[in-house]
């Protein structure tokens, strides 16, 4: 599948009046102060309030605003962000996204994601926690396009249902897909579709966990394969009652996948992670977003 679903065009102008399409292109531009945010645009509700600065004016810290939560039939969010050469920007939202059970008309749910990172530039794409609702018709698209030199961190985690509450993912689809570039050059594609409880139970499927979740951090030198990928090994070993986890070096990208049964031991695991790999990916300690604390 190399691009989302789209809703039927045939649908009637009632049913395209329940669509809710929301727009945002974000800029980050490196200048004589640092790191600004030179463009802001949205269209619907979704925005960013203003950049914040806990690691000084060189690296940008954003949060992303969804007040609606999440998406129900026929709406679709679409996000861009550009950061330009030589700026340093740290993505993350300020709550879990969500996918609602779907209507009877079936329309698709879906959120786009477009990020491109400039040559000396660094992104890191951190956002909460999806949940998919049982029921749900969701697509998750996220393309990245590295120029050479760039640098890039990005974490997805999916709760399937709500386990909480003894919903499983039932009558559900949800379908995911990452496509990390490096001057048009495949580095990384993930391609997974959801659907049905046999693939949920499978011993080469899900294996009964709710949560699935995807960390990549690049480029690395392959001669650090085996000290930090060792190191990160033991942080798994130490995190057993996740679920199931595993490591490896994919050309120059670490990829981790993880299952469980908690978005919040998963996204635990992916931050202690991401502080142990920071100083070594970007030459900066770990500096954890204020809005994860609260």
Known sequence: MNQLAVPDPRMTDTVGAHRW???????FARGARGCRLARNRHSGPLYVQKPFYPEGPDLAHVYLLHP????VSGD??????????DAAALVTTTGAGRVYRARPDGL??????????????????????????????GAMHTRVDL????????WEVTSLGLPACNAP?????????????REGTPLLVESLRLCGEEILQ???????QAVNGL??????????????????????????HTGIAGITLVGELLVLRALGRCAFEVRGLFTELWKRLRPVWLGRPPCAPRIWRT
């Open 68 to 71: 609606p939560g999440g998406l």
């Open 147 to 154: 120029a050479r030199g760039a640098r890039f961190a990005g």
């Open 202 to 208: 499978a011993r080469a499927g899900l294996q009964g």
């Open 108 to 137: 698709l749910q879906c959120q786009s994601t477009a990020l491109q990172v400039e040559a000396g530039a660094s992104l890191e794409w951190l956002p909460l926690e999806n949940i998919a609702y049982p029921g749900a018709n």
């Open 215 to 240: 960390l990549v951090m690049g480029p690395f030198d392959a001669a650090l394969e085996e000290t930090v990928v060792e190191e990160c090994r033991e942080i798994i070993a130490a995190h057993n």
């Open 76 to 85: 679709r969010l679409d996000i861009r962000v550009q950061v330009q050469q």
């Open 169 to 181: 993912f039932a009558n559900g689809t949800l379908i995911q897909r990452l496509e990390i570039f």
């Open 21 to 27: 399409h929301a727009d945002l292109e974000l800029q």
